[in-house]
């Protein structure tokens, strides 16, 4: 799939070392390529809009958000 910058998109695992996980929505931020592989800078949010920080993924880590899907609160 093409993502675009500033597009919001889920988690689909979690990451390790970090508060985020899987399910968890973020905002790409910067797309790059490497080794002809893409790679999203994600930036997380709180519910309140204060940022939570970032994280760069592959793309087999992220989907984008569905129109049968429900947005939830989880404390980290």
């Known amino acids: 799939m093409e993502y675009e910058i500033y597009q919001e998109i889920a988690l689909t695992k979690n990451l390790s070392k970090t508060r985020f996980k899987k399910g968890d929505i973020a905002t790409i931020i910067e797309i790059q390529e490497k080794d002809g592989k893409k790679f999203y800078t994600l930036e997380f949010f709180s ?4 940022s939570l920080g970032t994280h760069e993924v592959e ?6 958000l569905l129109p049968n899907s429900i947005v939830c609160m989880r404390i980290i």
């Open 59 to 64: 793309e087999n880590f992220i989907m984008p």
């Open 47 to 50: 519910s309140l809009g204060d």
